[in-house]
């Protein structure tokens, strides 16, 4: 799953390679697992040369075993790939999208979302 969404996030940028993409998100799971429970995982992490953050987000057919918080499954991914000085804003994107995911409402219609624009609009 993080290989598949390393190329999600260096798709079509010729400054982003796959592998290092995979590496850092790779690595930071390594710390400890990024399934914050409810059935969602924010895979994330900070890379040199980036300008601006990225996000790329994964709808899982079947739950993915992912050592959540609440030992449940995921179903959706939140990949997100910020700049490595971008501190404050990397933690504030990760409370904004940890507050939207705490809110048991919010949660279910995006994870209940069947379309990207959908998805998109009630993630932003």
């Known amino acids: 799953m993080l290989e598949e969404l390393a190329g999600l996030l260096s798709h079509n940028r010729s400054d982003l390679h796959r592998d290092t993409v995979f590496q850092v998100l790779n690595e930071r799971e390594r710390l400890g697992s990024t399934?914050?429970?409810?059935?969602?995982?924010l895979p994330h992490g900070r890379l040199n040369g980036l300008t601006e953050p990225l996000a790329a987000v994964i709808r899982l057919r079947q739950a993915l075993d992912f050592d959540s918080v609440d030992d449940k499954p995921i179903q959706l991914i939140v990949g997100l790939l910020v700049p490595a000085n971008a501190t404050e804003q990397h933690l504030n994107i990760?409370?904004?999208l940890a507050e939207t995911f705490n809110n048991r409402e919010q949660r279910e219609a995006i994870l209940r979302s069947r379309d990207a624009q959908t998805l998109f609009a009630l993630l932003t």
């Open 94 to 96: 990760l409370a904004s």
């Open 35 to 41: 399934g914050i429970g409810g059935g969602i995982a």
